[in-house]
């Protein structure tokens, strides 16, 4: 019993530590999801081409893990699809920063000089971070029957960046109303 509770633990605390967020899930009320059979993406159009150059925001990436959680649930990719999905990428150059702060009130007065210790957020580093939209749209009614939403840091290293869309997705797709079929 007690291995079993810090088995649990830790695999709480690891996936605390996931450096993908899915910040939001929702779909509609009173949707008929297993009436869906097949799937297919809309085309892409980017706004800013440049932020989508070299596909270091993994647009790909995106499309094969979604299009991996759909076939995992029964859906099959068709050309006239029952549903559509669209991906939606954001990114964002962040500033990382760090407090200055001392564990206890500053000093006052410091030597000769009168100064104050006052706490500030320094600049340390900047990173980018990519949030991916994921809207599964009756293509019958062209209506949004459900939407993803997940945030992660974006890696230079192409590797990685797949394991987070994977993992992002995954997770996300935990709470879509289809679940997944069982292996045989």
């Keep these: 019993m007690k291995t079993l509770l810090i088995a649990g633990l830790l695999l709480t605390a690891a996936a605390g ?3 993908v967020r899915v910040e939001s899930t929702a779909q509609t009320p009173g949707v008929d999801f297993s009436a869906y059979k097949t799937y297919n993406f809309m085309d892409v159009t980017a706004r800013n081409e440049a932020a989508f150059a070299g ?3 993994g647009i790909e990436e ?15 990719r068709a050309d006239a699809p029952d549903v559509w999905v669209n991906i939606g990428v954001v990114t964002e150059e962040k500033v990382q920063t760090r407090e200055t702060n001392i564990q206890f009130d ?5 030597g000769q000089r009168r100064y104050r210790w006052e706490k500030q957020q320094v600049p340390v580093g900047t990173y980018r971070e990519g949030t991916a939209t994921v809207d599964i749209v009756d293509a019958a009614r062209n209506t949004q029957i459900w939407q993803g939403v997940a945030a992660s840091t974006l890696s230079k290293d192409p590797e990685k960046l797949a394991a987070r ?4 997705i995954a997770t996300m797709f935990e709470k879509y109303p289809v679940p997944p079929r069982q292996e045989r």
């Design 17 to 19: 530590c996931s450096p």
């Design 55 to 57: 596909g270091a925001v």
């Design 62 to 76: 995106l499309k094969r893990a979604v299009g991996r959680e759909l076939e995992r649930r029964g859906y099959q």
């Design 106 to 110: 500053g000093p006052r007065y410091i």
């Design 165 to 168: 869309i994977d993992e992002g």
